[in-house]
């Protein structure tokens, strides 16, 4: 499974950006997609997931509230809205792939995570 991620920029506080995740490969063997970002010096931090086969969603509590993770199975594509930006989002953001059942368990953690895109750098100022 390959995964290419864009929508990346600048943006100033309190702006919006739609980062775009698409998958190719073998996308059927993955169960769930996760948005990650991190910082120079810093952990990837998990912000979003989704159930690749439903809706059900999870949130990091940092951004709840003002991000939004979606799917389009058609396109095989996963999107993160992100609303209400804050200088504090800036991070480069990498889209990920699980393969495992139960992922869901740690799904802040890169461990549980098969596949990974090569990031998107998004910058509030």
């Known amino acids: 499974v390959q995964l290419v991620e864009s929508g990346g920029g600048s943006v100033q506080a309190g702006g919006s950006l739609r980062l775009s995740c698409t998958a190719s490969?073998?996308?059927?063997?993955?169960?769930?997609m996760t948005w990650f970002r991190q910082t120079p010096g810093k952990e990837r931090e998990g912000v979003a997931a989704?159930?690749?086969?439903?809706?059900?969603?999870y949130y990091a509590d940092s951004v709840k509230g003002r991000f939004t993770i979606s799917q389009d199975n058609a396109k095989n594509t996963v999107y993160l809205q992100m609303n209400s930006l804050k200088p504090e989002d800036t991070a480069m953001y990498y889209c990920?792939?699980?393969?495992?059942?139960?992922?869901?368990?740690?799904?802040?953690?890169?461990?549980?995570?098969?596949?990974w895109g090569q990031g998107t750098q998004v910058t509030v100022s």
């Open positions: 990920a792939a699980a393969r495992g059942t139960y992922w869901h368990l740690a799904w802040m953690s890169a461990r549980v995570y098969d596949y």
């Open positions: 490969g073998y996308t059927a063997s993955t169960k769930g």
């Open positions: 989704v159930y690749t086969s439903g809706e059900r969603t």
